[in-house]
T-cell receptor, first 108, second 116 residues
Framework: DAKTTQPNSMESNEEEPVHLPCNHS???????IHWYRQLPSQGPEYVIH???SNVNNRMASLAIAEDRKSSTLILHRATLRDAAVYYC?????????FGQGTTLQVKP | EAGVAQSPRYKIIEKRQSVAFWCNPI?????LYWYQQILGQGPKLLIQ????????DSQLPKDRFSAERLKGVDSTLKIQPAKLEDSAVYLC??????????????FGPGTRLTVL
């Protein structure tokens, strides 16, 4: 299974941008990069996904390196409600294989 | 639009007892997933259905776990008999399909199982 590597935890201040990194050096040409997040005591929720080009939606932006071996999830203005575990996942054959994720703490 | 519904939200049982979880996916979603999430870990896929057929159950401990999706809508996951290590949150998710444009997964709130 293709794997991703993320820092275990990160901290951010409220209303500042947050850049969450993800390494996926063994990514194949057809693997999509997905990001999900899991707030405390809730199921995961979809954030964003992409294949080659950078992507933006109302929640976040996804910057994908030109060689696709890494990507960065960007939260433009962190709020306290963004405190969660963020999972970077490579979609393989329709499956999502979750790793440990990055626990994001947002300080007021 | 209603989300993925799961019940019960919490369940406490003794080891060797049996338990069942129920999931109602988002209307029109053909693909349904059951995940197990042990405390401190990411969710692990147990079984994936496409309509009422099993697509992937490679991680399902088939000696004690079973799942079905009758009529391609609701699904139940059963554990019989339960072991201590089955204590976890069981998450149900659904998606329109499995192609890249349709595979965004929507998760329910989960059922927290404690086996004593």
């Amino acid at each position: 299974d293709a794997k991703t590597t993320q820092p275990n935890s990160m901290e951010s201040n409220e209303e500042e941008p947050v850049h969450l990194p993800c390494n996926h050096s063994t990514i194949s040409g057809t693997d999509y990069i997905h990001w999900y997040r899991q707030l405390p005591s809730q199921g995961p929720e979809y954030v964003i996904h992409g294949l080659t080009s950078n992507v933006n939606n109302r929640m976040a932006s996804l910057a994908i390196a030109e060689d696709r071996k890494s990507s960065t999830l960007i939260l433009h203005r962190a709020t306290l409600r963004d405190a969660a575990v963020y999972y970077c996942i490579l979609r393989e054959a329709g499956k999502l294989i979750f790793g440990q994720g990055t626990t994001l703490q947002v300080k007021p | 639009e209603a989300g993925v519904a799961q019940s019960p939200r919490y369940k406490i049982i003794e080891k060797r007892q049996s338990v069942a979880f129920w999931c109602n996916p988002i209307s029109g979603h053909a693909t349904l997933y059951w995940y197990q999430q042990i405390l401190g870990q990411g969710p692990k896929l147990l079984i994936q259905f496409q309509n009422n057929g099993v697509v992937d159950d490679s991680q399902l401990p088939k000696d004690r776990f079973s799942a079905e999706r009758l009529k391609g809508v609701d699904s139940t996951l059963k554990i019989q008999p339960a072991k201590l290590e089955d204590s976890a949150v069981y998450l149900c998710a659904s998606s329109l399909g499995v192609t890249p444009r349709a595979d965004t997964q929507y998760f329910g709130p989960g059922t927290r199982l404690t086996v004593l």
